[in-house]
T-cell receptor, first 115, second 116 residues
Framework: AQTVTQSQPEMSVQEAETVTLSCTYDTSESDYYLFWYKQPPSRQMILVIRQEAYKQQNATENRFSVNFQKAAKSFSLKISDSQLGDAAMYFC????????????FGTGTRLQVTL | GAVVSQHPSWVICKSGTSVKIECRSL??????MFWYRQFPKQSLMLMATSNEGSKATYEQGVEKDKFLINHASLTLSTLTVTSAHPEDSSFYICSASFAGGPETQYFGPGTRLLVL
């Protein structure tokens, strides 16, 4: 069974600094997708970034980038120039290919952003 | 684009009553919808996957007679919590995806259920 592990229950970063959230996963599949979702206090799940396993290039979305290490089954999220609005729960998630396939979530990392 | 709504956003009901939660895709045809449950400070737990016109596939440990899921159209799925009890109090979230679309689930804003 696929598992997703987030080993950092909480992280803190100062405004304008950079923080990296860790995620590892276990799978025997070759075609899969990895995601980082943000859940602010409103509890609305927001897609931050997506990585296709077949792509070697790391995905980036503005201040958000990932370090995808396929052999190590590692998928960390780097947030640059942190802003107060980045404070939220961040969930790493995995799914195999196919729009009907389910997401498997990690336990989440709560990110605090301080002044 | 790819907006998903849920109704109601919160609901309080008495123990023993049934509650229906709606999940709608507003600007796309959702061939697959997913229902999650989230307890405070915990991750999302998948309850079931439903494909339009088919019976839902429930995850292990989820009572299908307790949590009735209907996906009768390409824009609407409903979750009915039957004979609700206080332990059913939780945050319920739906998501949707569409065939041929990106490999992404689009999430609704969630429904907070409190059973008294």
């Amino acid at each position: 069974a696929q598992t997703v592990t987030q080993s950092q229950p909480e992280m803190s970063v100062q405004e304008a600094e950079t923080v990296t959230l860790s995620c590892t996963y276990d799978t025997s599949e070759s075609d899969y997708y990895l995601f980082w979702y943000k859940q602010p206090p409103s509890r609305q799940m927001i897609l931050v970034i997506r990585q296709e396993a077949y792509k070697q290039q790391n995905a980036t979305e503005n201040r958000f980038s990932v370090n995808f290490q396929k052999a190590a089954k590692s998928f960390s999220l780097k947030i640059s120039d942190s802003q107060l609005g980045d404070a939220a729960m961040y969930f790493c998630a995995y799914k195999v290919g196919g729009t009907a396939s389910k997401l498997t979530f990690g336990t989440g990392t709560r990110l605090q952003v301080t002044l | 684009g790819a907006v998903v709504s849920q109704h109601p956003s919160w609901v309080i009901c008495k123990s023993g009553t049934s509650v229906k939660i709606e999940c709608r895709s507003l600007d796309f045809q959702a061939t697959t919808m997913f229902w999650y449950r989230q307890f405070p400070k915990q991750s999302l737990m998948l309850m079931a996957t439903s494909n339009e016109g088919s019976k839902a596939t429930y995850e292990q440990g989820v009572e299908k007679d307790k949590f009735l899921i209907n996906h009768a159209s390409l824009t609407l799925s409903t979750l009915t919590v039957t004979s609700a009890h206080p332990e059913d109090s939780s945050f319920y979230i739906c998501s949707a995806s569409f065939a041929g679309g990106p490999e992404t689930q689009y999430f609704g804003p969630g429904t907070r259920l409190l059973v008294l």
